[in-house]
């Protein structure tokens, strides 16, 4: 890590070496977190020393919001009596504890004489962080009976696989696909030259 000059002696840089590695050693071992995301999203400070991890809800699609209902901010260090994993996230880093959820859009779909038809507005769903979300679509099979499983309360989610079977339900995926963004790219290059 250091270099010696003949102007020193051995023993001296040994030292310095020792002291440097312990200083990191120290610096990165008992870094200790002084602030956390409150339930607004924003940047709160921790008092210490009780204070030293962040804690935070995780995805729950049974809930309004996506999420647990878990506060977030800052806490005493945790265990699973305090921060069960079902319903809890802990972490040790400054503002770690982010959303557990994300909001996403499906289409519902209204009867429309014998089948479905999608409707004008769409519903906001919820799926976990850096995940697809998944949205009910009508399958080939599927008709004005139906239409429960297809309405803005039951649209997020994917297909009862019996439904998928029965090409009554088909699940979508909220993310865009490559060729919905590549195809209309090469029309518009291949207009251009």
Known sequence: LL???????????????FLLCLTLLVGTTYGAVTKCLNEDLEST????????????????????????????????????GS?????????????????????FECPSYVVDGEGLK???AKKTCFKAVDTDG??????????????A??????????????????KICMTASSAVSFGAVLIPLVALLYTLF
Request: net charge negative.
């Open 3 to 17: 270099h010696v000059s003949s102007g020193i002696n051995a023993e001296y840089g040994a030292k310095m070496k």
């Open 45 to 80: 400070a921790c008092t210490a020393p009780d204070n030293v991890v962040c804690v935070g809800p995780v995805f729950d699609g049974s809930k309004a919001d996506g999420e647990s209902e878990k506060a977030r901010g800052c806490s005493a260090a945790v265990d699973t």
């Open 83 to 103: 921060c069960p994993a079902a319903t809890c996230k802990s972490c040790d880093k400054d503002d770690c504890n982010v959303a557990a959820a994300a909001k």
């Open 118 to 120: 999608e409707a004008d």
């Open 134 to 147: 998944k949205c009910k679509a009508p399958g080939d099979s599927a008709k004005a009976a139906n239409a």
């Open 149 to 166: 499983t297809f309405g803005a309360d039951n649209v997020c989610g994917a297909c009862a696989e019996a439904d998928v079977t029965n």
